[in-house]
């Protein structure tokens, strides 16, 4: 059983369109975060909810919009994709935002 | 945010070489991990640091903690073609359910 899955794994779409990207988790844990990483492999937080709600969003901008249904998901829905959000998203979760955080396989977006 | 930086930002060493990495913050940490992530790959846990001076050693690998807990380094010794990969580490100033990582490391090893 995968900790953290996400889907899709790839995503190719053009410019304009709305995607959303899913991510679930069966740790238990109540932290979830959604990060972004660019052709440099710098990796930046974007968002992290704990039991529901957010608590940090880290400057993205409003197209990126995170939703969390219960503690188990965490989905991300993007609208009016750019080029410049073309990158890795990586969904994580942890234990109180403080322990070791496991990572889903990633998605891989490419807007076109 | 500001990212922490790791220095260097890349690495190519010749297996059986050693090499290390050093993550830098200008403030107080309360506790600091470390991950790896292979190419292609998802960033994976490797380490947690708590304690000033503490150090942890995991096979070839040994990770520090500063004494002034603004610090930390990576150190693989003896590299080998499986060590390939971007080493990040992520500082933790206290401010719960937030998880950021510096710039990372990508070590190359070669035969």
């Known amino acids: 059983d995968t900790a953290v899955s996400q889907t899709p794994k790839y995503l190719v779409t053009q410019m304009g369109n709305d995607k959303s990207i899913k991510c679930e988790q069966n740790l238990g844990h109540d932290t979830m975060y959604w990060y972004k990483q660019d052709s440099k492999k710098f990796l930046k937080i974007m968002f992290s909810y704990n039991n529901k709600e957010l608590i940090i969003n880290e400057t993205v901008p409003n197209r990126f919009s995170p939703k969390s249904p219960d503690k188990a998901h965490l989905n991300l829905h993007i609208n009016s994709l750019e080029l410049g959000d073309s990158a890795v998203y990586f969904c994580?979760?942890?234990?109180?935002?403080?322990?070791?955080?496991?990572f889903g396989q990633g998605t891989r977006l490419t807007v076109v | 945010g500001q990212q922490v930086m790791q220095i260097p930002q890349y690495q190519h060493v010749q297996e059986g070489e050693d090499f290390t990495t050093y993550c830098n913050s200008s403030t107080t940490l309360s506790n600091i991990q470390w991950y790896k992530q292979r190419p292609g790959g998802h960033p994976v846990f490797l380490i947690q640091?708590?304690?000033?001076?503490e150090v942890k050693k995991q096979k070839r690998l040994t990770f520090q903690f500063g004494e002034a807990k603004k610090n930390s380094s990576l150190h693989i010794t003896a590299t080998q073609t499986t060590d390939v990969g971007t080493y990040f580490c992520?500082?933790?100033?206290?401010?719960?359910?937030?998880?950021?990582f510096g710039t990372g490391t990508r070590l190359q090893v070669t035969l």
């Open positions: 640091l708590v304690k000033s001076g």
């Open positions: 994580a979760s942890s234990q109180l935002g403080v322990g070791e955080a496991f």
């Open positions: 992520a500082p933790f100033t206290g401010t719960a359910s937030k998880l950021t």
